[in-house]
């Protein structure tokens, strides 16, 4: 049953003791580039592939370096760009002002916890996604064949380009970070104004742009494509050309205050909408693969208990389906306790065997539900693109519904702000579990493609998930010192970072069980989204599946800030403009491959400059230590940062060309 090409070369040992412990070190490197990455843009970056690369690079002249050994690395790594998104719910907690900074154990634990929940739901859906399923999975493809050719007899240039272009991405970025910290060039470019219109002068319709100047998120458009690119386009077009224009017209106040007001507060939700809508219509395509899925384990089971497991090829072994129950029941136990403790703290303990047996029995069914819709979204368009902030979205209001109904009018008034709390920490370790989930199956597909075995990458992700668990609580901790996040208390609103998606489904918890959500908002988005089903689904019948309009990315595109998103969107529309080149290369695909290298280099080298940046403003107490300028050299930063940045783009882009002439 072997599904590698014919090219692949010999699989070797998997499990090494210093293939695991260089995937840790990447991991926690890559983790905190993620984490400052999230909370800055709302989007994390895939590490499988500068992970493989960086392996390949570094063990190219170790005895007994293997594909199998490597491709260990990249899947250890790989929790790093997944495991990361629990910044999508976790600041939430200080944003409502429940916790003042994140309590180390009990933050590291729910990520461990939930973590390895991912991992173990994911096992019995690997034959339903992965083995037995058409889906694409982008990542897992392209990561397979960097593995295959760095592996190849002749690859020793290959890797060393490769490793290039990372480094390369990781200092131009990082460089450019660092004048910009030096105001020598401004961040962004932004304008906000009033559109014609108002009952009087001054108050038509506000609006505006904010074009970041970040090489992440013009490697973030190169590694999304395109046709997502025009998805998020689109989004923001009926975000800041339809939906903040209509409710600004006729509101007194300075055009920016009152354009960010009516996205933050009303926009967002409608951009939630469309992603809940689009997160449904992707399960109800999974019913039936999940099903045969969980057959398919079923069977192998019994192979096992039979006495006929080593009849089974080694490329189906995975850990044992009662292997995977157990460990699941020992997660629930510690997963019950906190859930305990964290409601007695937050004096709910009049309800506490209900809201401790119905969290567990929450985080038991949804963990499942999400695992199989994250697998689903990561085959179809990656994990990189796969919206897990829909996700979430889904689940928060899921248990704000269950707390609002059931639990609320058995407990004092007084208690509304921690029944939100409560809700946002059993979403967080649902959350966990979709993140890991999102990326497993990924890697198996990846595995699938070299010939390895499940069970042995499975035990590599565990491994993985608690190196993440380990480094993201102080992470978290540095840069809300440092920064603070929008919208919590005592936050500068100057220099928070955005947490866009903490900071939305703390939202949807808090209107939920204090009754003030605007469900007609949550509406108008889940009909745009039903639209946005609809065109996708027709553009695709339509050019035999070359174009679509990606609902979910619509969404991202609404509830997303514009300093996000209008840069990605140039950034696809480079990278589109790159692989048409590429394509008339001597080697195409390899001068593609240094294109996603490169961006992922761009990515690492902005995010841990950031990091690194927190802690210098942490420890010397000075907001902006770096600064050389003054607000007056304002105007004259933005033109040099503008035509800095695009002089910088067009170049590295004409290296990798002239790199495969």
Not at 6 to 14: I, K, N, Q, R, S
Not at 114 to 143: D, Q, W
Not at 149 to 169: K, P, Y
Not at 476 to 486: E, I, P, S, T
């Amino acid at each position: 049953m072997s599904t590698s090409s014919p090219t692949t070369p010999d699989l070797g040992t998997e499990l090494t003791l210093r293939g695991i412990i260089l995937g840790i070190v990447i991991t926690l490197v890559f983790t905190a580039a993620n984490v400052y990455f999230g909370l800055k843009a709302g989007l994390t970056f895939a590490t499988s592939i500068p992970a493989a690369v960086i392996a390949m690079a570094l063990l190219r002249r170790a005895a007994g370096n293997s594909i199998g050994e490597t491709n260990i690395v990249q899947t250890i790594a790989s929790s790093a760009g997944t495991l990361s998104s629990i910044i999508f719910v976790l600041p939430g907690l200080v944003m409502i002002g429940w916790w003042t900074g994140f309590p180390y154990w009990m933050s590291m634990t729910l990520c461990a916890l939930g973590g390895v929940l991912g991992v173990m739901y994911s096992i019995p859906l690997r034959r339903a996604l992965v083995t037995n399923s058409p889906l694409p999975y982008p990542e897992g493809v392209a990561c397979a064949e960097v593995l295959k050719v760095g592996h190849a007899a002749d690859s020793g240039e290959a890797n060393r380009q490769g490793l290039a272009a990372i480094v390369a991405g990781a200092v131009v970025s990082a460089g450019f970070s660092i004048v910009v910290a030096t105001q020598l060039f401004a961040a962004n470019l932004a304008q906000y104004f009033r559109l014609p219109g108002g009952e009087k002068s001054g108050n038509g319709p506000a609006t505006g742009y904010d074009l970041n100047f970040s090489f992440a998120l013009l490697a973030v458009g190169h590694l999304v494509g395109l046709w997502v690119g025009i998805a998020i386009l689109v989004g923001a077009c009926i975000a800041w050309l339809g939906g903040v224009p209509m409710l600004t017209s006729g509101v007194d106040g300075a055009a920016e205050a009152v354009a960010l007001f009516a996205w933050s507060k009303k926009v967002r939700f409608i951009g939630a909408g469309c992603i809940a809508v689009a997160a449904i219509w992707t399960l109800l395509k999974l019913a039936k693969p999940v099903v045969a899925g969980l057959h398919s384990a079923a069977m192998s089971a019994r192979v096992r208990k039979a006495g006929r497991g080593d009849t089974l090829p080694r490329t189906e072994r995975d850990i044992p389906i009662g292997t995977v129950g157990l460990i699941t029941l020992a997660c629930m136990l510690p997963i019950g306790y906190m859930l305990s403790r964290f409601a007695g703290s937050a004096g709910l303990g009049d309800q506490l065997g209900l809201l401790v047996v119905g969290g567990v029995v929450y985080v038991v069914l949804m963990s499942f539900f999400v695992a199989a819709v994250c697998g689903y979204m990561a085959g179809l368009i990656g994990s990189s693109n796969s919206p897990l902030s829909g996700v979430g979205i889904l689940v928060v209001i899921g248990v704000s519904l269950l707390l609002a109904a059931v639990v609320k009018p058995l407990l004092p008034p007084s208690t509304g702000q921690a029944l939100v709390a409560f809700a946002l920490f059993v979403t967080a370790v649902v959350f966990a579990v979709a993140t890991i989930s999102n990326d497993n199956l990924q890697d198996l597909k990846t595995g699938q493609l070299v010939d390895a075995t499940p069970w042995r990458q499975q035990v590599a992700l565990i491994i993985g998930v608690l190196a993440g668990a380990v480094v993201i609580p102080p992470v978290l901790d540095l840069l809300n010192q440092a920064y603070g996040f929008a919208g919590a208390p005592g936050a500068d609103a100057k220099k928070a970072l955005a947490a866009p998606q903490a900071a939305l489904i703390s939202a949807l918890a808090k209107g939920v069980i204090q009754g003030d959500l605007n469900w007609n908002l949550i509406g108008m988005g889940a009909l745009i989204g039903g639209v946005c089903i609809a065109v996708d689904e027709a553009l695709k019948r339509a050019s035999g599946g070359k174009a679509h309009l990606a609902p979910l990315a619509v969404g991202l595109g609404i509830y997303l800030p514009m300093n996000s998103t209008l840069m990605i969107v140039v950034g696809a529309v480079a990278g589109w403009w790159f692989e048409k080149r590429a394509s008339t290369k001597r080697d195409p695909e390899a001068t593609k491959q240094l294109g996603v290298l490169m961006a992922s280099g761009l990515i690492v080298g902005e995010s841990l400059l950031g990091v690194i940046l927190a802690a210098v403003v942490v420890f010397s107490g000075n907001g902006a230590p770096l600064a050389l300028v003054g607000e007056s050299f304002f105007t004259a930063s933005q033109v040099l940062g503008l035509l800095a940045f695009a002089g910088i783009g067009v170049g590295l882009y004409a290296w990798l060309l002239r790199k495969q002439a």
